[in-house]
């Protein structure tokens, strides 16, 4: 008998790679139900693939190297870009009912720094809901595949320099005991890190603990700097904020002040369509100076609004905003996480028994900013490679599970509560949109006082994340992509290249930021 592969994170690279290993047993462990605490389930745009008329790979490529702001390893965009009708097949096969034409041909419609009409949708504006329903259906049709849901994974076992399994916590039934479970292969597919900033689209689950618990155990991680603020989340005071497409603007919608001028205009050639870093500062600057920032789309879409984007057009309701007449108010959110767990071109992580996939991973393919919908894409993409490697390399380990207790300190969850609000703010304020070497470090102190007094594995995690988020954020003296700072604004071909770290490398320059 051997152990099942273990997947931390029921969300779309973690239920996909779970289907692409079947008929290989399978272990999904995820802190909500699957599908639910996935930002995918989110995600409105589609998927990005070279399916169109007149479209190319290499088209898909130039494009994704030209949004990353010159740190895209070509390699990397060129493979996911060639894999990406692939896996729409796979998708389709799965049942998720991609908008045709009515030839019966897959409709595509065109994003902000795309050259072509590539984005494969469903229903406009509900991609990410249909293809997550459609996995998940697939899922518990699976027989190979077994969900521990409501269950919070904590730590990596490391056992003779090699990753055998995890320790996780059944949060939902509130015991003590914490779990430890052995696998042949280990993947970590736990989602982004949105909920460490105030304002954000992501949910709750997205607070980036797959990757401190990676860092935890001595993963190398990369890009860490670089955060991707959505220029249009719907200013409505919610958390998480709704998001207004992109495609909106893909549209025709402009984007307007309180005083009806096109701010974006002067800002770039582009002007509403420039690529999402230089909209989200356009937007920022705008509601910093108390001019507001809205998204008009009374003229570019109008009455078809609740046919065309539904999705959009329900949480405006829900807010008591006609879209059809008045214009949405606007605001940046931490939308997507460029940064994460190095891994090769399978998902390997440097950790021998560890791989990744999705957001939580750093491959590569994005640079300093991604492009519009290629992070269903290369979540699909790598979570498929993964399984195909763990094919080859997973590993037996010790067979069984043990069951252990832990202290009692360790039940609450004050993550949730003012330690979280504080952390939260200190980020949004000093590790945002725009960034500086003051606030960097004031962040920094911060979360140092934060882990001092962390009383749960769960929230050292976040804590970890975050601080290599700043040591990563400080150490970049320069401005690319998503990591924008006002003290350096411009960028500097010395940064122009990928920046790797691991705990202990960040730990070590910590003193020299904090200090100075």
Known sequence: MTNPILIIGGGLAGLFCALKLAPKAVTVIAAAPIGQGASSAWAQAGIAAAVGEGDT??????????AGDGIVDEAVARLMAAEASDRVHDLLEFGVPFDRDLEGRLQVSREAAHSESRIVRVRGDMAGRAIMQALVDAVRKTPSIRVLEGHVAEQLIVEN?????????????????????????VVIAAGGIGHLYEVTTNPAEARGGGIGMAARAGARMADMEFVQFHPTAIDVGKDPAPLATEALRGHGATLVNTAGERFMVPLHPDAELAPRDVVARGIFAEVQVGRGAFLDCTEAVGTAFPDEFPTVYGYCRDAGIDPVSEPIPVIPAAHYFMGGIWTDQHGRTSLPGLWACGEVTSTGAHGANRLASN???EAVVFSAR???ALRDDAADAPVGWQEGSIGSADLEAPDDSAQMKRLRGTMSANLGVLRNAGGMREALRTILELEEGAETERFRNVLVTAKLIAVSALNREESRGGHFRTDFPEPDDAWKRRTLVTLDQAEAVIPDFVEA
């Open 161 to 185: 320099g090699r990753v055998t399994g995890v320790r996780a916590r059944n949060h939902a039934a509130g015991g003590d005991a914490m779990i430890a479970i052995r696998g042949s292969g």
């Open 375 to 377: 992070s269903l894409l």
């Open 57 to 66: 790979i290499g088209k898909h490529v130039a494009d994704t190297i030209i």
């Open 386 to 388: 993964v399984a195909e």
